[in-house]
């Protein structure tokens, strides 16, 4: 969690992310998916104008679906998860050990006690200020981050489907084009959200190397899925010389 949100951090006006969106015609409907922990993405979608903070109908509102979490989606502890001992306090290992046994231990999470948190935030790069801030109560929190593959692990978050995965599929169903960007498509997740997709969409993979065969990989489960512009330059690069 502390190396996703430093990772994050490492944001700045003129990275990949934010160079992408301000070549993206305002006046054309588009909307996000990624698979990404950190919110790189999400930091340049806000500096774009979007509004993504308070819950997760901020993101739903603004086409940005993540299928895996954020970093800055939490949950605070729940009544029935082990409360760490005050003598343990400050121990990022105890807090972090306990966190991540008790968010499948303990009964199915209700994804409406989700806080979203903005994209950059940093007040939390410091897991043991964070843990012991009073929003906490001195405790840890859970950060709502799902093992890719995983699909069955939706059913231990009460509204994820809903609330994510559900919009996620709208949106793609409404999708003339896709672009496949540093993605190999291999999950069940994304076959999962490709399910209503129009059999005529146009299909964009950008990589670096591996953009028909990952063409070719969609094709298996989606068939008549259309081929489109297959950039094997790289994301920089594309954003450059492509679009």
């Known amino acids: 969690c502390n190396l996703l949100q430093l990772i994050s951090e490492k944001y700045t006006y003129g990275n990949g992310y934010a160079r992408f969106l301000r070549k993206l015609p305002k006046a054309e409907p588009f909307g996000l998916i990624s698979f990404n922990y950190d919110t790189l993405l999400d930091r340049a979608y806000v500096d774009w104008g979007a509004t993504l903070q308070g819950n997760l109908k901020a993101y739903e509102k603004s086409h940005f679906i993540k299928p895996h979490g954020s970093v800055n989606?939490?949950?605070?502890?729940?009544?029935?998860?082990?409360?760490?001992?005050?003598?343990?306090y400050g121990e990022v290992a105890v807090n972090v050990d306990t966190s991540a046994r008790e968010l499948y231990n303990s009964p199915p999470v209700n994804i409406n006690n989700v806080s979203i948190l903005a994209p950059s935030h940093t007040g939390w790069g410091d897991l043991v200020k964070l843990s012991g801030s009073e929003a906490f109560k001195n405790q840890y929190f859970i950060p709502l981050i799902i093992a890719p593959l995983a699909t069955k692990v939706y059913s231990h978050f009460q509204g994820f489907e809903e609330s994510v995965i559900l919009p996620g599929k709208e949106m793609l169903a409404q999708a003339s084009e896709i672009y496949l960007i540093g993605y190999r498509a291999k999950d069940a997740i994304i076959q999962d959200l490709f399910e209503g997709v129009r059999e005529d969409v146009i299909l964009h993979v950008i990589g670096n190397g591996r953009g028909n065969s990952i063409f070719e990989s969609v094709k298996e489960w989606k068939p008549k899925v259309k081929?489109?512009?297959?950039s094997d330059i790289g994301f920089w690069r594309f954003i450059d010389e492509q679009m």
């Open 227 to 230: 081929k489109g512009v297959i």
């Open 73 to 88: 989606w939490i949950l605070k502890v729940r009544s029935v998860d082990m409360a760490v001992p005050l003598e343990h």
